[in-house]
DNA sequence: CGGGCCACCTGGCGGC
DNA sequence: TGCCGCCAGGTGGCCC
């Protein structure tokens, strides 16, 4: 599921039930991810308050009121649900409040990670450390990402799936933003002027925007903290519409792939 | 170092 | 109906 906004999505989701809570229990289904679970993760957690969430790119953190801060990614398929109605093979983490609320963590293809930091010096895990500005901030600006991308040769769609260039673009919402902007996915990515890279920038904030508006993007079976479907699937542009009619141009959405990546974009509208 | 390729997993879908 | 190959919202290690 996660970009940006279904991220953002899943944490305003939980947050409600894990605010103010303290953890009774946390059940561990399986011994890792893509990675090991920490050693000890249910110990650490066990009886203690949460104080905080917060997202950073596609990471979610949940603060704790004992400076430690736990850190979950959803990779491809992981998704979070409060009060889950039915089980799966693949719930493989049960956090239990002390209201008795249960969060679910599910993620078929076991690409996502749980880790921890200590609060306020989550830079300097590697994650972090090197991971570019939040696009909803004013830290993202038309200078700042021309002077990023002077020396890349790269193609922007490539340039905007670096999460050191900008955090939380996935391979939907760089398709749908450079649509937007009529900027071609092969452009090299050192060739935007300043009118194009500001423009790409307000086009990323539009989207991103009003796909969180939307509950994010319910691809496969994904779905919200509450079990029901985002919808901003419905206002894809190009993304997974190959052979579809641009409704700008009229002309074709074609795919390519690019760092073995898909891109669907409009030749005709993309230049 | 930048960039391409592949691995990590499971499941759904289309084609034969 | 089955089986098989391909594809999927991400990341990071390895190699040139």
Redesign the pocket.
């Known amino acids: 599921?996660?970009?940006l906004p279904?991220v953002e999505t899943a944490k305003n989701g939980i947050t409600p039930s894990l605010i103010g809570r303290i953890l009774q229990s946390i059940t561990i289904n399986r011994p890792n991810l893509?990675i090991p679970f920490p050693t000890d993760m249910a110990e650490r957690l066990t009886g203690q308050k949460c104080i905080n969430l917060r997202r950073r790119?596609?990471?979610i953190w949940i603060d704790f009121a004992n400076n430690l801060t736990l850190v979950i990614?959803l990779?491809?398929?992981g998704s979070l649900t409060v009060d889950k109605t039915s089980q799966s093979?693949?719930d493989h983490v049960i956090f239990t409040t002390d209201h008795g609320t249960k969060i679910t963590y599910n993620d078929?293809?076991?690409?996502g990670m749980m880790f921890f930091v200590e609060t306020h010096k989550e830079h300097e895990h590697?994650?972090f450390a090197n991971m570019g500005p939040e696009p909803l901030s004013n830290d993202l600006n038309a200078s700042y990402l021309i002077q990023k991308l002077t020396?890349?040769?790269?193609?922007i769609k490539?340039?905007l799936?670096?999460?050191s260039v900008i955090a939380g673009?996935?391979?939907?919402y760089a398709c749908e933003a450079l649509y937007r902007a009529n900027i071609s996915p092969l452009r090299p990515?050192n060739s935007l002027n300043e009118d194009e890279a500001g423009a790409l920038i307000a086009d990323i904030r539009d989207i991103l925007n009003e796909a969180v508006t939307s509950g994010?993007?319910?691809?496969?079976?994904?779905r919200q903290a509450d079990g029901t479907l985002?919808y901003f699937?419905h206002h894809f542009d190009v993304?997974?519409r190959e052979g579809e009619t641009c409704k700008i141009t009229g002309g074709q959405i074609i795919?390519i792939t690019q760092?073995?990546?898909?891109t669907f974009y409009c030749p005709e509208k993309q230049m």
């Open positions: 599921m996660p970009e279904e893509r790119g596609k990471y990614h990779g491809m398929s093979p693949h078929p293809r076991r690409f590697k994650a020396d890349k040769k790269s193609p490539t340039a799936l670096d999460q673009i996935g391979n939907i990515s994010g993007s319910s691809l496969r079976d994904h985002g699937q993304y997974d795919r760092s073995g990546r898909s």
